[in-house]
């Protein structure tokens, strides 16, 4: 079954540090994406960042990277020079098309960014 | 593009009403998406659809609870009747499902208090 595991409930990163928040994924299938997602404390679900199972090069957007292990089944987001407005949740993600394109989540890291 | 839309986003009620929750993708998305979030188990996938289809509704905790789409545009989530246990924050997200990246765009959520 997918299952999608986050093994750090909270994190207190020092501003302008860079952050690595982890992510491992089990799935069987070959096809699939990664996704993580910001939840500030005002509590929307912001898009952050995509990885295809296929994709060669690691995801970029900005600040944010992603760091696919393929063989390691991990897909660790980094964020480099953290901002206080990084301080959030973060929810790790995985999409599997062979089972009709369910999407489910971890149970995400809490991140404090300390000025 | 008002995004996906919510109603209510905050609703208080008493164990064994019956509470509506509604959602409106956005214009062109074909995948719709019901989660719950508590502190407890996260983020919660409860069910999804393709085309108006449900596809996997294995997350729904029991019979009191039931999704619809009975357009490509609208859904609704009803719990009949609500105990305190269904007290939770129930997010809709929607995307266009292609190859590729399938990136859920979440609305507000709504904030579900049952006494």
């Known amino acids: 079954a997918q299952k999608i595991t986050q093994t750090q409930p909270g994190m207190f990163v020092q501003e302008k540090e860079a952050v690595t928040l982890d992510c491992t994924y089990d799935t069987s299938d070959q096809s699939y994406g990664l996704f993580w997602y910001k939840q500030p404390s005002s509590g929307e679900m912001i898009f952050l960042i995509y990885q295809g199972s296929y994709d060669e090069q690691n995801a970029t957007e900005g600040r944010y990277s992603l760091n696919f292990q393929k063989a390691r089944k991990s897909a660790n987001l980094v964020i480099s020079a953290s901002q206080l407005g990084d301080s959030a949740m973060y929810f790790c993600?995985?999409?599997?098309?062979?089972?009709?394109?369910?999407?489910?989540f971890g149970k995400g890291t809490r991140l404090h960014i300390l000025p | 593009d008002a995004g996906v839309i919510q109603s209510p986003r905050h609703e208080v009620t008493e164990m064994g009403q019956e509470v509506t929750l509604r959602c409106k993708l956005i214009?062109?998305?074909?995948?719709l998406f019901w989660y719950r979030q508590t502190m407890m188990r996260g983020l919660e996938l409860l069910i999804y659809f393709n085309n108006n289809v449900p596809i996997d509704d294995s997350g729904m905790p029991e019979d009191r609870f039931s999704a619809k789409m009975p357009n490509a545009s609208f859904s609704t989530l009803k719990i009949q009747p609500s105990e305190p246990r269904d007290s939770a924050v129930y997010f809709c997200?929607?995307?266009?499902?292609?190859?590729?990246?399938?990136?859920?765009?979440f609305g507000a959520g709504s904030r579900l208090t049952v006494l």
């Open positions: 214009s062109g998305h074909n995948s």
């Open positions: 997200a929607s995307s266009f499902l292609r190859a590729g990246a399938n990136v859920l765009t």
């Open positions: 993600a995985m999409r599997d098309p062979p089972r009709g394109d369910k999407i489910i």
